[in-house]
């Protein structure tokens, strides 16, 4: 370890956060396990700045991963009134907020942690809460707060913005059409998507306006043709279509008239070992929705309770407005929210802390 309680601290190189560069150390080395042990043989308030911030959080997050919720809460509590402007510490309390089922809390705590102040990833996350607990218009902020960064970029090429630790630029889009979709209004959604055509480049434009013309007028064919296409494109290329492929199975899907017909569109779709594991979940949920309109109610209420057995948390807002199957997901939402409510204690958390 680098000093202990009783021994005065030196002030650190400048830059150097020497807290976590020992979590960092411990990752390496295998041996996690001890920075419990490691971070209390220091004494926070020898601390100042980042270190200080970096010893709060670590030591909240060493329960958060153990499962221990309660505690993570307590100690991001203490961390937050011992650094109050650590915006990295409110999101991490937010998160046990949600947990909680104390949704304005957490609100009130991702409003002070909004990007840049926190990573880009963390505004996406923050998003999902806020469209958990029913609030499209705060979900819209916390992603609408990455806008500025794609606008200064320029370039919204995947890997440009990957090694920039921004997300994808399709990926936010599909965070507020989904809000847009809720809202039953695409006026933002529309002047969002001309900006980007004309301040930035790398990007097929035409694929963002025939997804935005599909969920504003309901008609999909246009779409379906361009996947089509990018199916075609892939399989000449070798590489996985599985994503495509999906998605034009339960479009097709949702058009039949017949619930033998429907279900032979989701089940032709064949998946390999390259293709995104939670395609066979969003394929699950999409019989969901076919049970629901084709029965027996028993069979919905089966398969419902398998898919959130499977993803507690439903799919992303961005995911299921992809696959058109946001709107059948509004009601896991509603039960998801009551759930909550009633027993005031949630499955599963995040992993963004």
Excluded at 102 to 124: G, H, I, K, S, T
Excluded at 318 to 344: C, I, M, P
Aim: with cysteine; hydrophobic share 40%; charged share 30%.
């Amino acid at each position: 370890m680098f000093w202990n309680r009783n021994k005065k601290l030196d002030a650190p190189p400048s830059g150097e956060n020497r807290i976590a560069s020992l979590a960092d150390r411990l990752r390496q080395e295998g041996r996690i396990d001890l920075l419990e042990a490691e971070l209390a043989s220091f004494e926070p308030r020898s601390l100042v700045g980042a270190e200080q911030e970096s010893w709060y959080h670590l030591r909240g997050i060493v329960p958060f991963q153990q499962g221990n919720r309660p505690l993570a809460f307590e100690r991001f509590m203490e961390g937050v009134r011992q650094c109050p402007s650590s915006a990295q510490l409110r999101f991490s309390l937010g998160q046990e907020h949600e947990f909680r089922g104390e949704a304005d809390q957490m609100l009130a705590c991702f409003d002070q942690a909004m990007f840049p102040a926190v990573p880009a990833r963390y505004a996406l996350a923050e998003a999902r809460y806020a469209y958990l607990w029913g609030r499209t218009d705060k979900g819209w902020s916390y992603v609408e707060s990455l806008l500025p960064a794609y606008f200064d970029l320029k370039i919204l090429d995947t890997h440009f913005l990957y090694i920039r630790g921004i997300p994808f630029f399709q990926q936010a889009w599909s965070y507020l059409a989904a809000f847009s979709q809720l809202e039953g209004n695409f006026g933002k959604l529309a002047d969002v998507t001309t900006e980007a055509e004309r301040t930035c480049c790398d990007l097929d434009f035409e694929d963002l306006k025939a997804e935005l013309e599909a969920m504003r007028s309901g008609d999909f064919n246009a779409l379906k043709e361009r996947l089509r296409s990018s199916i075609h494109e892939s399989e000449k290329e070798k590489v996985p279509s599985g994503y495509q492929s999906m998605r034009l199975g339960i479009l097709m899907a949702q058009e039949s008239g017949r619930n033998d017909e429907a279900m032979g569109c989701l089940e032709s779709v064949r998946l390999t070992a390259d293709d995104f594991p939670w395609l066979e979940d969003m394929r699950l949920l999409a019989r969901c929705q076919l049970a629901s309109r084709f029965g027996p109610e028993a069979t919905e209420m089966q398969l419902r309770k398998e898919f959130v057995g499977r993803q507690p948390l439903l799919f992303e807002p961005d995911n299921a407005v992809t696959f058109n199957l946001l709107k059948y997901q509004e009601g896991l939402r509603r039960d998801f929210v009551r759930s909550r409510q009633k027993s005031g204690s949630p499955g599963v958390g995040a992993d963004a802390e």
